[in-house]
């Protein structure tokens, strides 16, 4: 199983970034993806999730400026990030959640730097 995240890197804020995750080794369509996000010191918080079935949540103060999507042939997921500021500084991670009671599973990528800064 991989999960591997790419698009990070540095950006003014205001600025766009596309976050990319390229999963393999496991039925993609059947998994939940998520993005996490997490700075130095703090705990690993959820960003953006969208379901087997298309649909998307968002953390409160990421609304109306990222964007979760999946491509099911490609077996990605995306994280558009628009309008961004300093506070989303953070390494973002890629995690694939399958859940059908009792078989749980969650996997995760290696993650990929975001820096918003002047």
């Known amino acids: 199983v991989q999960l591997v995240e790419s698009g990070g890197g540095l950006v003014q804020p205001g600025g766009s970034l596309r976050l990319s995750c390229a999963a393999s080794?496991?039925?993609?369509?059947?998994?939940?993806m998520n993005w996490y996000r997490q700075v130095p010191g703090m705990e690993r918080e959820l960003v953006a999730t969208?379901?087997?079935?298309?649909?998307?949540r968002y953390q409160d103060s990421v609304k109306g400026r990222f964007t979760i999507s999946r491509d099911k042939v490609k077996n990605l997921v995306y994280l558009q990030m628009n309008s961004l500021k300093p506070d989303d500084t953070a390494v973002y991670y890629c995690?694939?959640?399958?859940?059908?009671?009792?078989?749980?599973?969650?996997?995760w990528g290696q993650g990929t730097q975001v820096t918003v800064s002047s």
């Open positions: 969208i379901t087997i079935d298309g649909t998307t």
């Open positions: 995690n694939a959640v399958f859940s059908r009671w009792p078989d749980v599973r969650s996997y």
């Open positions: 080794g496991f039925t993609f369509s059947t998994y939940t």
